[in-house]
């Protein structure tokens, strides 16, 4: 990952790491109570020193790991603009869990692509993977660009071109996260959602279809 930072991050990390294994609870709550402590810790940090203890989290992370490292790197502004291809390939290597893959893909990849220091061709790539959960992925990185409570103002050619080199991708996992999409999509620009459902009517599946016609039918989930 960019940056080298310093020794601190790391140490930072191993604290964190000992810290969330003495949880008595592990839940939401609980961990993002304690990541908030190292957002404070860092929040004057040189941004390659955050980078520094978000890359020593990563590896072997589960969920809790990885919600620490990525809200802690949202939070600091100095290492999230450092945030390119490179950092967040960094940070999809091993992900293999619904909430993992959501939380990275909100919290630091769609928001990067948004800002376009990741670039199309990176997310198309995941698109493309044999790897389901990039797939996902890909897909649930729209969900910043068009999400008001993300920052997003809207983006329906980015995100009709991920769902669009998904539209034959059969995977529940996939699937969910395509409905996802759209539908936050639609709450921008309803009318792109509306002839996109028209045009690629046949190669949609069947859940996609119902749950985004309901959404732009009726307004709710």
Known sequence: MEGQG??????????????????????????????????????????????????????????????VACEVLASHAGA???????????????????????????TVVGQAWREGRVTDAKILAWARSPDRWRRRLALVATVPLNSRARGGTGDARRTLRVCRALLGDADDIVVKAMSW?????AKRDPAAVKAFLAREDARLPARVSREVSSKLRTGRK
Not at 96 to 104: E, F, I, K, N, P
């Open 80 to 106: 999230l603009e450092r945030v390119n291809d490179r950092v967040v390939e960094e940070m999809a290597r091993g992900l293999a869990d619904w909430g993992s893959v959501d939380l990275v893909g909100v």
């Open 181 to 185: 999409a759209l539908r936050e999509l």
């Open 6 to 67: 310093t020794a601190e991050g790391e140490a930072l990390a191993a604290e964190a790491r000992r810290d969330l294994a003495a949880l008595a609870r592990v839940d939401t709550p609980s961990v993002r109570a304690l990541r908030r402590l190292y957002s404070r810790a860092l929040a004057n940090a040189p941004a390659a020193e955050v980078l520094r203890f978000v890359r020593s989290l990563l590896p072997g992370a589960g969920w809790p790991e990885r919600l």
